[in-house]
């Protein structure tokens, strides 16, 4: 009996050690032999387009977003009151100075004039009839005084009551254009109520901000060119006006105004303006096709290709590779970014193919890739 136990005893232990010893081939040893024979085999050069750094001609600008606001804007209100007569314009007309706007009801108005001017003939009938006999010693001259004042009073009610019948009549204060009516004939106005408003829109403002390091580069008389949504591919061009002589406490910006010239009314108060501002001489700076550059918070990157030997001394003369570059990237135009370091002129950068790469990667280079993939995008 003891004996079977003290067999069993060792079958159990040789089995267990046979099952642990293939556990630790098939989970352990086996995968970390095969990741090893795999991580040792050469990997495939992957595919990449790529384009060499170039040096361009550009004229320093400083770009601002900003709102067009017209030179003279106001709502034509009428100084008093009054039942609409008659409406002399259109929305959205164009007037001049002087144009007949709008004329109120001055029926009640007029009757007063007519009457008061009656009043003020007779009053100075009566005074110079009171005049003459004066000057004979018929009548004494306390009375002249009282007419005259008499005469005067009915004179400032008549100058009154036609103030308030020129004030009926509308006119537009200078040339523009006019907004939505807001009155219908019949109705009643108050003193003060918007009828409509009038812009003078040609040329137009354009109020757009700048940080305190490009404010002084801002002078009046620089250039502007601004370029609208409503307007894609129409470019509007001005010059500096002025700027505000504050800085936002809330934003730390400071506003700038230029003048744009809108002869086709095609612009309108409230339009969002991209706006640039050309300030100095052309300069020579090197550019990337603005595909090469990664942007990312730990600092902008681009791919460029090296001779591999550079990465990896055991790599074939003729073999190419990878290398991360950091870079310090500058503005962006017409689909190329400024590199103000990192990258030299005619070094090649990866335009397409970056999510295939990484540091140190074997690839060859295939433009027709990124003729593709312009011709993808410019279908969107």
Do not use: C, H
Not at 123 to 129: G, I, P, S, V
Request: net charge neutral; aromatic share 6%.
């Amino acid at each position: 009996m003891i004996r079977r136990s003290v067999y069993l005893l060792i079958a159990t232990v040789v089995l267990g050690g046979l099952a642990a010893l293939i556990a630790w081939y098939s989970f352990s040893f086996k995968p970390k032999m095969l990741a090893d024979v795999i991580g040792g085999a050469p990997q495939p050069a992957q595919t990449i387009a790529a384009e060499a750094a170039r040096t361009d001609s550009w004229q320093p600008r400083i770009s601002g977003i900003g709102t067009l606001t017209a030179v003279d804007g106001i709502n034509i209100t009428p100084e008093v009151g009054g039942v609409v007569e008659t409406i002399e314009f259109d929305s959205g007309q164009n007037v001049k100075k002087g144009d007949l706007l709008v004329t109120l009801n001055s029926d009640t108005d007029e009757a007063q004039l007519r009457s008061f001017e009656a009043q003020l003939k007779n009053a100075q009938a009566d005074l110079e009839r009171r005049e003459g006999l004066a000057k004979k010693g018929y009548a004494p001259k306390a009375e002249i005084g009282q007419l005259r004042s008499q005469r005067d009073s009915f004179q400032a009610d008549v100058d009154r009551l036609r103030a308030v019948i020129a004030q009926k009549k509308i006119y537009a204060p200078w040339e523009g254009r006019l907004g939505l009516r807001e009155i219908s004939l019949g109705s009643y106005v108050a003193p003060g109520q918007k009828i409509v408003w009038l812009q003078k829109i040609d040329p137009i403002f354009a109020d757009f901000t700048v940080t305190e390091a490009d404010y002084g580069r801002i002078k009046p008389g620089l250039p502007v060119e601004a370029r609208f949504n409503a307007w894609p591919d129409q470019v509007f061009t001005g010059k500096v006006e002025t700027a505000d002589p504050l800085v936002s406490g809330e934003s730390r910006m400071i506003t700038v105004r230029a003048r744009i010239g809108n002869p086709d009314n095609k612009l309108l108060p409230g339009m969002y303006a991209d706006v640039l501002v050309e300030t100095g001489a052309p300069e020579q700076v090197v550019t990337v096709p603005q595909t090469a550059v990664t942007y990312s918070l730990y600092g902008d990157n681009v791919f460029v290709v090296v001779p591999a030997t550079k990465v990896d001394p055991k790599s074939k003369p003729e073999e190419l590779a990878i290398e991360r570059r950091f870079v310090k990237a500058g503005q962006a135009r017409e689909g190329r970014v400024q590199i103000l370091s990192g990258i030299k002129e005619g070094e090649q950068v990866v335009t397409a193919g970056q999510n295939k790469i990484d540091q140190g990667s074997k690839v060859t280079i295939n433009n027709a890739v990124a003729l593709k993939t312009t011709a993808s995008e410019t279908v969107q």
